[in-house]
């Protein structure tokens, strides 16, 4: 369809100072929005095209529109998370927003540095064809014509990825029908191998941050803000390797699978026009594999839910229905594909059980992986014969803050507090392992502003399995803090010794034990809400409103001695 005009430039009365404008079909100079796309790549009623084997509706669009990929500028903690930033350091807020609208708002910043109009947070409620693209987030046209031109290579990180100039899409499929798809939308489809491959999502998945001090001026230091890429390819899931492991696996094989719920390969035509009519009854396209499900999940329901519940402001370019199906493939990703957690061993010293706990990483990259707000711990309860708790370490009360033994929370939950130290042995129950990674500044103090970072404080994240020191990308990888020379905590996975007082006396004795994760963690929000701005206080608002339980990623419980 043509373009949608421009609405009105002043909003009705009734619509709140940050609210989103809602969805439009637009082009801006190389990009269009998601809609133009979902002219042929949505489900429609009549057509058969874009369904697995049971006839399940899998159509790119539909799946994407309700992904974090799609509301990656929709997210209110990231636009807060941004404002913060710019607070922090207002000498250098056109630099920030650069900067973090180069991957969150890839197409809206393409255009702008090519026209002076570069995307700040005030065009984000802007209902203009900018702004248009700019909500559209990571957005169909900023993936499909990415080249490989540097991929997996140190020019192609922090969104330095190269667009072609030619309006050509790419795909996996060879021989692309053209006519249908280049008449309807002006882009020509090509087959492209990199849209498969590792690499192009390692161009946004590895970002770096030039530290700042507080007036502004660059410190020299250059911090790894996110490295999920590098991580995966110091793993045996890395497959551009010339002798990949059995377990080798493309980030877009677990984000992006090519087969269906089922478990069985997809096998459909890849668009059909609104009413069915193409691919409806296979009479112009064939069907074609693989299909990559546009699934993109992630970890995070705490975002997802917001979203939901606050669409009348957030607008996302989905229904409820769809936002739900996402939240629900997130958890079931986090209970079943992230981690286990096991007893190890057991033993007795006089009065005192000593348990190991072992922990292992499933994924192919440090768990939790990408922005330092996400975090994971240990929460582990030895019950005597009366179900009566002789130790608890681990509590967390209805906001989301961990306790000590007193159900007071730990000091590290706090504004300013300290960090919760890497553990390989715990005798107290005030203590407490919690995997996380925690920046520094330039000075060595913790900080939780990205552009204060220089290096990390604290970085327990379970690492991949097959991760190596020696490999090209360690450094950039590698643990910090304690847990950099604890011969337990190795690729793969920990081993944490928790010894209790238990006498036998009021045995037997029962484990229970879960690991739990935060996508965004309590400590990290209570200093971002130390800052000021309009997104700061509207995150508040949802945030207060959310939900706080951790997500449970796995759990035991068994009898001891």
């Known amino acids: 369809p043509d373009p949608s005009p421009e609405p009105p430039s002043t909003p ?66 990231w636009r807060a998370v941004v404002s913060a930033e710019m607070a922090a350091t207002p000498s250098k807020a056109d630099a920030i927003q650069a900067k973090c609208f180069s991957c969150h708002g890839a197409m809206a910043s393409r255009e702008g540095q090519l026209d002076g109009n570069e995307p700040t947070l005030d065009m984000v409620y802007e209902d203009t064809t900018r702004g248009q693209i700019l909500i559209d987030g990571a957005s169909c046209t900023v993936c499909h014509q ?21 309006r050509e899409a790419y795909g996996p499929h060879a021989s692309p029908r053209e006519m249908p798809m280049t008449g309807m939308s002006g882009y020509r489809p090509m087959q492209a191998a990199q849209t498969t491959e590792s690499d192009l999502c390692g161009s946004c998945h590895t970002v770096f941050t030039e530290a700042l001090h507080a007036d502004g001026t660059p410190t020299g230091l250059v911090f790894a803000e996110q490295t999920p890429y590098l991580e995966w390819r110091n793993s045996v899931f890395n497959d551009e390797v010339a002798d990949p492991a059995p377990e080798a696996a493309s980030c877009q094989a677990c984000h992006m699978p090519t087969s269906s719920e089922d478990g069985e390969s997809i096998r459909t035509t890849i668009a059909t026009m609104m009413g069915g009519g193409m691919g409806g009854g296979g009479m112009m396209l064939q069907e ?20 939901l519940e606050h669409a009348d402001e957030l607008t996302p370019n989905a229904s409820s229905a769809a936002l739900q199906a996402t939240i629900d493939r997130a958890r079931e990703a986090l209970q079943n594909d992230t981690a286990t957690l096991t007893l190890a061993g057991t033993d007795r010293t006089g009065d005192h059980l000593v348990l190991t706990l072992e922990v292992e990483n499933l994924t192919g990259h440090k768990l939790p992986t990408g922005i330092p707000a996400r975090r994971m711990w240990l929460y582990v309860r030895v019950l005597d014969r009366d179900d009566q708790v002789v130790f608890s370490s681990g509590a967390w009360d209805t906001s989301g803050r961990i306790l000590a033994a007193d159900g007071v929370p730990l000091a590290s939950e706090a504004v300013g507090g300290p960090v919760e130290p890497h553990r390989d042995r715990i005798t107290d129950a005030s203590a407490v392992q919690i995997y996380e990674d925690v920046m520094a500044d330039s000075a060595g103090q913790p900080t939780h502003r990205l552009m204060r970072a220089a290096t990390h404080k604290k970085d327990n994240r379970l690492l991949p399995l097959g991760w190596r020191p020696d ?16 011969a337990n905590f190795t690729g793969g996975g920990d081993r944490v010794r928790y010894e209790v007082l238990a006498p ?36 508040e608002r949802y945030f207060d409103e959310a939900a706080r339980e951790p997500e449970e990623l796995s759990s035991l419980s068994t009898a001891l001695p």
């Open 12 to 77: 009705p009365p009734t619509t709140p100072a940050l609210a989103l404008p809602t969805p439009r079909a637009v082009t801006d100079g190389a990009f269009a929005t998601s809609l133009l796309c979902a002219t042929c790549h949505a489900n429609a009623g009549s057509s058969s095209a874009m369904r697995d084997s049971a006839g399940r509706p899998i159509a790119p669009f539909d799946l994407w529109r309700s992904s974090m990929m799609s509301n990656a500028v929709r997210d209110p903690f």
């Open 146 to 166: 990415i080249t490989d031109e540097g991929l997996g290579t140190d020019a192609s990180y922090t969104a330095h990825f190269v667009v072609n100039a030619r």
């Open 288 to 307: 074609r594999e693989p299909f990559g499900r546009h699934i993109l999940v992630g970890g995070n329901t705490v975002v997802p839910r917001m979203i």
């Open 471 to 486: 490999h090209e990308d360690a450094e950039r990888t590698a643990p910090h803090g304690a847990a950099a020379t604890d």
């Open 504 to 539: 036998t006396s009021r045995g037997p004795y029962r484990l229970e034990a879960k690991l739990l994760y935060q996508a965004i963690g309590q400590r990290f929000v209570a200093e971002l809400l130390e800052y000021d701005t309009p997104e700061i206080r509207a995150f």
